[in-house]
């Protein structure tokens, strides 16, 4: 199991500084596991605890939030009030029995490609060593089942 | 002959990128030509900026894809103004268009060209310490983005040998029959933006540049920090790739310096590009890395740049040594370089260090130059274009502007408010015709798809072999079609061509798909495109996901291509499930009052008011005195010789008898209602209450001379400052001219810890009355104690001319002030001379203190439009580089001393730049909002304020009255989208539309 453990890794980043840096971790063909998936967000202002907390029920073995350098947010804080809030996630990860290095917030410019690709290879190393999320076998296969009975919009 | 409403704008650095940006925006049609293969310019080259370190390419690159993207700008990249004629609103310009070689329309930029040419040649962005391809993209967030065939090295091209880039390329792009071109284009104005080159060292010999790769210019310096630069961001010296233990900065290389180099002038950046490489280099070090800047005078004259300067010195512990070089040597045994230097005293040191770094100055482009005198445009000595005080960005050449470092050395925010000075004048000649040349994009009516089943679509793209060569597409496309709602799919080789752009509008409306995820390259650039191709298809633009395939997946991940796959699929399972729930959104507009509100009737407001009126827009001005000018009320000449009071004159009879100017002196703002397109201030005026409703806002407040309480101000009548100075050389020449000695100080109230910022203003001001008392009298002695000179620019001719006719100039420190004393009514001062070694003892018959500028007391108009200031009292505008004129609350500019200090040019030059930026807007006749803002459930809403306080906009507000008085409301055209107030709310009451709660989660649930 250890030697085959792929860990899943989400990422939220934000649109100026995060996602440009990931993007030009591409432009540039750097490399890092396929693993980590990349959700935009127009600020890691958005980026909610529950967000975070959701993606662990999802079954991902570690989240991390990408925003702005610090000082340098597009929106003024936005970041400042992620790392605030991936603080709390990691509060309540502590509590019910996860390792809180499982969530992480990382300050990126977007000429920083090669430290996205770090970042990426950190986190997965990282999780790697911290073994699959307990929560991962609880997901139910058929998951999507679930989303099929949201209110559609419009 | 008729005007023409186009525009070209010459040079694709940031002043150009500025000055198109702002003419597009305000209808005209653009012709932007550049002559390297894209634009970005200098800026682009950067890794971070003085002197917040904001990193230069995040700041640059939306400004670059908007440049690229927008409808009324025409690139024409490698190309060059060969001809110039015709009149004001009429011109013919000739353009040489070189051979690219490269078909920019076929061009995907999958980069095999690149990847097969077997040539290897120095890369000249990235200053040669790394090699290129002879078919190439110049930097890797280059727009437009595509490559190009270097004819120089192409083997293909010399010898027709090769032709493996034409052989490889899968999108039939490359093309060696391409010809170099002349076109010739009929336009209204133009504007020249052709920026600068730094200066080669190699020219003086004892900067040793070359002689070892340990020394570098600071633009190599630059690459080197990059973290998308030759060593990945890594700082090592170039010979041996260690990390340095010492580095040195060698200033004034090649600026100041009349002896060894061409030029005289100071340029103006290099002191704070130092400071900001030490800290950066600092920042970059994981140990205790040593830097030291050798200078002349330290020139720190911006905003927050004396600031940055203290820090630097302070808390980053960068060395500062005042000093003259002797020569810089290889050292041969350790590598590095061994520095010679004399001090202030005249004692010659020696001191190793690992790496030199060689702040070049900046000069004018011999091809600039050659263009300039063909089109017969005056030029300073220093070789860049002549403008006048009070026409700042016009050349002598009626209908054609200047803006950025061709108008003389500057900075970025300095050039970006002169680009949007020039816009607004290029614009003025020819605002008749705005609007005549922009295209309009036909819509069709919006289908209506409430109640409709989804239908999603999803187009997965190939790009050619980026994403398919790695990523199996098909099955990426066979899979989308197994999940809900999934009802088309399909596979486009190039997924933003033109014909595959109608072929999925087609297919929107054939299938009668209502929600499209688009898997493709990355929505930073793209997605736009996109949004247009759903609107085309009459389909709500809001209603598509874009997934990255390419850039997080097929490049990332090219050893490895079933792990791509699959990750493209489960990426395309999230977006699917969140198109699902995207609800089609509209961008609500709002009539928008035409009229401008100026506060303050000095020269910054003036200028404004008669900007608006030039484009045909009314406007009042509010001014708290009985009388307008402000503070060139009191000033005598400015630099070029042009006497204040004459020429402010000239300008209060032309407001004053514009039809489309108001003016209300005595009058003061009491209250301020609405926001951006409907502003209701209320204005007082003699105790008459009137409303005045506008629609934008420029603050011109101005700021005023600080009143010393030190140097026997106040207690010795001939003690006086520079505006009382000024107010003799009006009044009382004869009485100056009989003085036997004449002491300035410098600094009088600035750089100190209570005011810790460079007034800018007040050197050159000091140089330019001790010419005047010379002039009036050659044998007077005239002093001036000083901390560190800072005549910026060409201003620094001033001083050299004042040193030549003997005007003393002696250096303080801010510890060891001068002392002056009062004896029997006779002034002393008494000062410690640097160079001399002891004090020296002065008896002057008028004591003149440069005192600083400081804020007007503005706090009131600060709450009532919603305006942040800073410490010292000077209003915060939008971006300290690039938004130097607006604020973060739209529909508020900033003109003037109220922002920073600054002399009259560089005032009028920002009220040109603070009309260009309000004229963006009023052009559109509408407020418009942006669809992805944030909404509110207001029976949800606790009303608790938390959206209230945490929103740095001030979009959301408390309902006053009506049914849900006491619950949070948001202005949607205040609202920049961020999202944080959704997050923040606690009654989970606040939707960010597009990025809701359910629309996130359902991503997370696809996981």
Avoid at chain 2, 411 to 419: G, H, K, R, T
Avoid at chain 2, 922 to 950: M, N, P, R, T
Avoid at chain 2, 957 to 964: A, C, D, L, T
Wanted: proline letters at 5%; aromatic letters at 8%; charged letters at 25%.
């Amino acid at each position: 199991m250890e030697e085959t453990f792929e860990p899943q890794i989400l990422a939220f980043c934000c649109k100026y500084c995060a996602y440009a840096a990931a993007d030009l971790a591409g432009s540039m063909r750097l490399n890092y596991p396929a693993n980590v998936k990349i959700i935009q967000v127009p600020c890691t202002g958005r980026v909610d605890v529950i967000h975070i907390l959701k993606a662990f029920e999802s079954g991902v073995d570690g989240v991390f939030v990408a925003g702005c350098l610090e000082g340098e947010c597009h929106f003024l804080k936005g970041n400042l009030m992620a790392k605030r809030r991936v603080n709390q996630a990691k509060e309540i990860l502590r509590s019910v029995g996860l390792e809180p290095e499982r969530c992480e917030m990382f300050n990126l410019s977007s000429a920083m490609g090669v430290r996205f690709a770090e970042i990426a290879r950190e986190m997965t190393q990282r999780i790697k060593e911290l073994g699959p999320s307990p929560l991962r076998d609880k997901v139910k296969p058929d998951s999507l089942k679930k989303f099929l009975e949201y209110p559609i919009a419009a | 002959m008729p005007k023409v409403g186009s525009v070209m704008v010459v040079g694709g650095g940031v002043a150009g990128i500025e000055a198109t940006l702002q003419l597009a925006n305000a209808g005209y049609k653009v012709y932007m030509v550049e002559a390297s293969p894209s634009i970005g310019g200098r800026m682009a080259q950067l890794d971070k900026t003085f002197p917040t370190n904001d990193c230069s390419m995040c700041i640059l690159s939306p400004k670059l894809v908007e440049v690229g993207r927008h409808k009324d700008v025409e690139l024409l990249t490698m190309s060059k103004v060969v001809d110039i004629t015709g009149e004001p609103g009429n011109f013919t310009v000739v353009v040489e268009k070189k051979a690219r070689y490269i078909d920019l329309d076929k061009c995907v930029a999958c980069g095999v060209c690149a990847e097969k040419c077997p040539v290897k040649v120095d890369d000249e962005f990235n200053q040669g310490l790394i090699k290129r391809k002879a078919s190439y993209l110049l930097y890797p967030q280059a727009v437009p983005l595509k490559y190009l065939i270097d004819e120089e090295h192409c083997i293909y091209l010399k010898k027709k040998k090769c032709g493996a880039c034409q052989k490889f390329c899968p999108a039939k792009a490359v093309n060696f029959e391409d010809k170099t071109e002349n076109i010739t284009l009929n336009v209204g104005a133009v504007v020249l933006a052709p920026g600068f080159r730094p200066f080669d060292p190699k020219e003086i010999p004892l900067y040793g540049y070359g002689s070892t790769p340990d020394i570098v210019t600071a633009m190599e310096f630059e690459r080197i920090l990059s973290a998308s630069g030759p060593f990945g961001g890594h700082l090592i010296r170039p010979s041996d790739h260690k990390e340095p233990q010492k580095i040195a900065w060698i200033q004034c290389v090649g600026s100041r310096d009349i002896n060894r180099a061409r030029h005289s002038y100071c340029s103006s950046v290099c002191c704070m590009y130092a400071i900001k490489q030490a800290i950066v280099a600092k920042e970059h070090a994981p140990y205790d890395l040593d830097t030291a800047i050798f200078f002349m005078d330290m020139r720190t004259h911006g905003k927050g740049y004396e600031q940055c300067y203290n820090d630097s010195e302070n808390r980053h512990k960068v060395r500062f040594i005042r000093a003259r070089i002797h020569s810089l040597l290889p050292n041969r045994k350790e590598g590095g370089v061994m520095i010679h230097y004399a001090d202030e005293e005249g004692l010659l040191h020696e001191e190793p260090f690992d790496m030199a770094v060689l702040s070049v100055g900046l000069e004018m482009d011999p091809g600039t130059l050659a263009l300039a005198k063909k089109l017969g445009l005056d030029l300073t000595s220093g070789g860049f274009i002549h403008t006048d005080t009070f026409e700042p960005v016009s050349t002598n050449r009626a209908g054609i502007f200047v803006c950025g470092v061709v108008q003389g050395p500057k900075d970025i925010p300095q050039s970006v408010i002169e680009a949007g000075a020039a816009a607004q004048a290029a614009g003025s000649i020819i605002a008749s015709e705005r609007g005549t040349l922009i295209k309009e994009i036909q819509v069709p009516q919006e289908r209506d798809i409430r109640g409709e089943r989804p239908q999603v679509g999803v187009f997965v793209c190939s790009c050619g072999i980026n994403i398919g060569g790695v990523v199996d597409v098909k099955e990426v496309a066979e899979y989308a079609l197994t999940l809900p709602y999934v009802t088309y799919s399909t596979v486009n080789l190039y997924s933003c061509s033109q014909d595959t752009q109608n072929l999925i509008s087609k297919t929107i409306e054939e299938k009668g798909l209502n929600r499209i995820v688009v898997a493709a390259c990355s929505p930073k650039t793209h997605e736009p495109l996109f949004q247009e191709t759903l609107a085309a298809a009459g389909l709500n633009k809001y209603l598509l996901e874009f997934v990255n395939i390419r850039n997080h997946d097929s490049w990332v991940h090219k050893d490895d291509p079933k792990a791509a796959t699959d990750k493209a699929k489960d990426l395309v399972r999230m977006a699917v499930s969140k198109v699902l729930l995207l609800e089609p959104s509209s961008e609500l507009e709002l009539p928008l009052n035409q009229r401008a509100l100026i506060v303050g009737g000095g020269i910054s407001g003036i200028s404004a008011a008669l900007r608006f009126s030039e484009n045909g827009f009314p406007s009042t001005i509010v001014e708290r005195e009985g009388r307008l000018g402000g503070n060139a009320n009191f000033l005598y000449r400015t630099k070029d010789g042009r006497d204040v009071r004459e020429e402010l004159q000239k300008l209060i009879d032309k407001v004053s008898k514009d039809p489309n100017i108001e003016i209300l002196t005595n009058a003061e703002i009491k209250d301020v209602e609405g926001y951006v397109g409907n502003f209701k201030t209320k204005i007082s005026q003699n105790g008459n209450l009137r409303t005045v409703e506008h629609g934008v806002v420029v603050i011109a407040t101005g700021a005023r001379e600080f009143q010393p309480k030190e140097y026997l101000y106040g207690v010795n009548p001939n003690v006086v400052t520079g505006l009382n100075f000024d107010m003799y050389m009006r009044t009382k020449p004869e009485y100056l001219k009989s003085l036997n000695q004449v002491v300035f100080i410098q600094c009088v109230g600035s750089r100190e810890p209570q005011r810790p910022y460079c007034s800018r203003v007040c050197c050159t001001h000091t140089v330019l009355s001790a010419l005047h008392l010379k002039e009036l009298n050659p044998d007077m002695q005239v002093f001036v104690l000083y901390r560190d000179l800072r005549t910026y620019g060409e201003r620094e001719n001033l001083y050299k001319e004042a040193r030549e006719k003997g005007v003393f100039f002696i250096r303080y420190e801010l510890e060891n002030k001068p002392i002056v004393e009062e004896k029997d009514g006779r002034l002393s001062v008494k000062v410690k001379d640097h160079v001399l070694q002891r004090d020296v003892l002065l008896n002057p018959d008028l004591l003149v203190l440069q005192s600083a500028i400081v804020a007007n007391d503005v706090d009131q108009i600060a709450k009532f439009f919603k305006i942040p200031i800073d410490e010292q009292g000077f209003f915060v505008e939008a971006h300290v580089k690039l938004a130097p004129s607006s604020f973060a609350t739209e529909g508020v500019y900033l003109a003037g001393l109220a922002h920073y200090p600054k002399p009259i040019d560089e005032s009028i030059a920002q009220a040109g730049a603070a009309v260009a930026n309000a004229i963006g807007l009023l052009s559109k006749g509408k407020v418009y909002a942006s669809g992805i803002v944030a909404e509110v459930d207001q029976v949800a809403c606790s009303g608790c304020g938390v959206c209230v306080s945490v929103c740095p906009y001030k979009a959301p507000y408390i309902e006053g009255s009506g049914r849900f008085q006491g619950k949070a409301a948001v202005n949607p055209f205040l609202c920049k989208g961020c999202g944080l107030c959704n997050a923040s709310c606690r009654s989970n009451a606040r939707h960010l539309k597009g990025f809701k709660d359910s629309q996130i989660l359902a991503m997370l649930e696809a996981l």
